[in-house]
């Protein structure tokens, strides 16, 4: 199969289910998207939204036993069909992972540069020396002063910014071209977030990949991401170009979250307001659209019938709600989650 000369990645009616003992647990229902060569494609969500699970489906790093379906396009291959030395050549290479946890990559016993040199000694036959000279290079491109010294540290020598940094390092050092990163600032404080974040897009542009950045927090792919897509309840809800997400959303959950932005509400000096309610269960879901218990906009139809992804207006905007067209008739769309007190509705 050809792939478009520019798409790098392609998730195709992603679905994966965990079995367990209080029943099936539907983790992701059904998720599309395309990642274009050096793209930033942010997901967002809230937690448990499925964003996690679908990217470890990407990496094949999902537990024995759940049940996967769809396709997983890596350059117009199916990683979900490819064996399993392929993929697993594939995987740290050509795609490689950043985790919210440094330490769940990172070995406590084992020197940094020791672990950067593994790294790349596991995709190819270069000399040890030649490993560690690469690893120490990478240390210098995601900004960790003495690098040649700190290749002997461990971890644990580490701060919590160094070692999300190394754990950078980690990912890019065998030139990926899509790199996922989960939550990669969410552990830090908000000083050293804006500096990692910054270093992941400064590395990503040193070795040309392209990122699916994954966040509960809208503001982080604000001014970073190209396009975002937000997923609810396992499933996309709204895919567009960043601008058009936060500036005409079409979905009143995606109007919700950019409502209870703190970067957005300290700017303007109006206090948080989160979303009221929480996600649904995935292993009994209710019928109808599954925010339909939170949404201000809901009626009979968003009760009894889940919408489906719909083109909403402009090009490549796609959204998955009934109403998305009253949304575009209101001013200030996060408005609509305002109380009565607040003078609003
Ligand atoms: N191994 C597992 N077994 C059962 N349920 C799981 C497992 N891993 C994740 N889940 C469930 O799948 C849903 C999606 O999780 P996740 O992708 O981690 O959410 P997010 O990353 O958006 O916070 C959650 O309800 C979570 O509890
Ligand atoms: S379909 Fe209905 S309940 Fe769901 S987001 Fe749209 S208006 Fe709200
Ligand atoms: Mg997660």
Redesign the pocket.
């Known amino acids: 199969m050809i792939s478009p000369p520019d798409e790098i990645l392609r998730v195709q009616d992603l679905t994966v289910e965990f079995p367990t003992e209080d029943g099936v647990v539907h983790a992701v229902r059904g998720v599309s998207y395309s990642l274009h060569e050096r793209e930033v494609l942010g997901i967002v969500g809230e937690s448990g939204s499925g964003k996690s699970v679908s990217s470890l489906a990407v990496m094949g790093l999902l537990p024995r036993g759940a049940r996967v379906r769809g396709r997983i396009l890596y350059r117009g291959d199916d990683l979900l069909t490819l064996s399993t030395r392929r993929r697993r050549g594939l995987r740290g290479r050509n795609i490689a992972m950043v985790f919210q946890d440094p330490m769940s990559a990172l070995n406590p016993v084992h020197p940094i540069g020791d672990q950067l040199a593994e790294a790349v000694l596991a995709h190819g036959l270069v000399p040890r020396k030649q490993a560690l000279a690469r690893a120490k290079e990478m240390l210098d491109l995601v900004g960790i002063p003495q690098a040649e010294a700190r290749l002997r540290s461990y971890p644990h020598e580490f701060s919590g910014g160094m070692r999300q940094r190394a754990m950078i390092a980690m990912a890019v050092i065998n030139n990926p071209d899509v790199i996922i990163a989960d939550e990669p600032t969410t552990a830090l404080d908000v000083t050293v977030q804006a500096q990692i974040l910054e270093k992941l897009l400064e590395v990503k542009d040193a070795v040309n990949a392209a990122i699916v950045l994954i966040t509960h927090d809208l503001g982080v792919v604000a001014g970073i991401a190209h396009r975002v897509l937000v997923m609810y309840a396992g499933k996309p809800v709204e895919i567009g170009d960043t601008d058009t997400i936060f500036y005409r959303p079409r979905?009143?959950?995606t109007a919700g979250l950019l409502g209870s932005m703190p970067s957005l509400e300290t700017s303007g000096g109006g206090r948080l307001r989160p979303i009221g309610g929480a996600p649904p269960s995935l292993i009994n879901l209710p019928p109808g659209?599954p925010?339909?218990p939170r949404?201000p906009?809901?009626d009979g139809a968003?009760h009894s019938e889940e919408?489906g992804l719909a083109e909403a207006g402009e090009g490549g905007h796609y959204t998955a709600?009934?109403?998305w067209d009253q949304l575009a008739a209101v001013a200030d769309p996060t408005a609509l989650f305002r109380t009565e007190s607040e003078g609003v509705r």
């Open positions: 979905m009143p959950y659209c925010f339909s949404c906009l809901a968003c919408p709600c009934h109403h």
